[in-house]
């Protein structure tokens, strides 16, 4: 007999019912809250780039690579760091990610060079946030309750980050404004710490939950062949490949096009947390939609929708309300593609490989994010203008809300299923 997942139902009720309510939101505080530090520290970054660039004068498209690199190792690790959660826990890795995201952000001013850029921000920082990212995280959510309510759970903790970059871009701009920017970007990753707590919350792991439940979880190989072979997920990958693009040139470059703009400094960081404030409503919104409409369809609504307003920003005045209109705008679809995209990998495969099955997507999405911050800068240096980023993300977005049209939302057989057949 060939091997499946296992079914969703038992893990699920298994999962759920040694939590009282308050013991299920203290969970989703402990990952919402992770997510919040991680993410809020990731995507303030931007705003760094150019004063690290007067600082070193290695050049845009040079700090680009470092930015790009911390794109393509966060995905990278949370594939690796998703099947070591499935198996030793969830706490031990986000307690080494933790720690790493810190170290990096506070040895980031020291690094002169391009080499030591991409060690700090690109590989310390980046990695230990994949590990304490999104991946593990949505794993971990999943394990512990029940399918009815993963959409609105997913929701929270993807609103926990977003909440986060709301908050760390004044926060960052104020302490830029006070201390400087070396000083600033390292109170950030001392505030980082503040994610040590959940270790102690997030304890367990999925494999020990699936063998409790009476079912045999399929091993990481096994697991990883089967969700490659299925065409529904790889269409999923490629159109979070997409968004991986549009977020990471936006969190990188958003500064560098309001300068570019004649805008003051200040709009950047504003801008920035618009786009974190209004991803809360998206992603709360996106959760509650999760089980009400079909998550395909959601996901192609939300990607044309953001290629329609930034071709519409194309043709507005470049003003400061324009600008944080639009801010709010790509606010709405950031990252409301998480829950879908996590709530259809939960669907097809269960939760028993969850985290390392949706850090295979999200590092997808890291690759189209490597493109996204790279070619933001170099297009920009040899143009002068993004404008040609801009409508690359524009085709980008309209083929992505085209490729997830034809996923199949189904419940793959269980491994006990099939052999009783």
Known sequence: MSDSRPTTAAPAAGAAQPFARHA???????????????????????????????????GVASISLAFAFGQLWWGLTQPFAGAVADRIGTGRVVFIGVLLVALGTVITPYMTSTAGLIFAIGVLAAGGAGMAGPSVLMGATARLVSPAQ??????????GGSFGQFAMAPIAIGLTAAYGWANSMQVLGFLILLALPAVFVLKGNSQ?????????????????????????????????FVCGFHVAFLATHLPGVIAACGLPPEVGGWSL???????????????????RWRMKSLLSLLYAARGLAVLIFLLSPKTTVVMLIFAAVMGVTFLSTVPPTAGLVAKMFGPSNMAMLFGIVMLAHQLGGFLGAYLGGTIFEATGSYDW????????????ALVNLPIREARLPSRTAKAAA
Do not use: H
């Open 24 to 58: 299920l939101w203290l969970v989703l505080l402990a990952t919402a809250g992770t997510f919040a530090l991680t993410m809020g520290v990731r995507q303030t970054m931007g705003l760094f780039l150019s004063a690290v660039n007067t600082s070193t004068g290695l």
């Open 273 to 291: 947390a618009m786009i974190g404030l209004f991803n809360i409503v998206g992603s709360l919104a996106m959760g509650w939609a999760v089980g």
């Open 208 to 240: 020990a939950l699936a063998a409790a439940s009476g079912t045999k979880p399929l091993s990481a190989g096994e697991a990883v062949r089967q969700a490659l072979s299925l065409p529904s997920y790889r269409l999923l990958s490629l159109g979070f």
């Open 150 to 159: 993963r959409g609105l759970a997913t929701g929270i903790v993807n609103a």
């Open 389 to 400: 980023v801009w409508y690359i993300d524009i085709v980008l977005a309209a083929g992505a």
